[in-house]
């Protein structure tokens, strides 16, 4: 069974920086694509980056673009999600995924990680 979990959320303020780590087990992890998602408050849950299994494909949400950047070290079985210049805007509950298939979709996904909260503020 495959577990992820996020680490690294918590409290920024506007313009500073944040490093996103997601841990994979059970799975051959540089088999899949990663992603991130994140879900703001009266929002529907939004594509952020995603990576595929190798990473050199790398996709990002037009909002993230220049500001964050997503990487793996798939020797530790790790994704990382760099946000630089972030804005309250970026407050929300971020996400790691896996999957088959480097896409934007939630159901590009088969798993999922329990999120971790970023808060930033203005």
């Known amino acids: 069974q495959v577990q992820l979990v996020e680490s690294g959320g918590g409290l920024v303020q506007a313009g500073g920086s944040l490093i996103l780590s997601c841990a994979a087990s059970?799975?051959?992890?540089?088999?899949?694509?990663m992603g991130w998602f994140r879900h703001a408050p009266g929002k529907e849950r939004e594509f952020v980056a995603a990576?595929?299994?190798?990473?050199?494909?790398?996709y990002y949400s037009d909002s993230v673009k220049g500001r964050f950047t997503i990487s793996r070290y798939n020797a530790k079985n790790t994704m990382y999600l760099q946000m630089n210049i972030v804005k309250p805007e970026d407050t929300a509950v971020y996400y790691c995924?896996?999957?088959?298939?480097?896409?934007?979709?939630?159901?590009?996904?088969?798993?999922w990680g329990h999120g971790t909260e970023v808060t930033v503020s203005s």
């Open positions: 059970g799975r051959t992890f540089s088999s899949y694509t």
């Open positions: 995924a896996l999957g088959w298939t480097t896409g934007a979709s939630s159901g590009d996904y088969d798993y």
């Open positions: 990576i595929s299994g190798s990473g050199r494909a790398i």
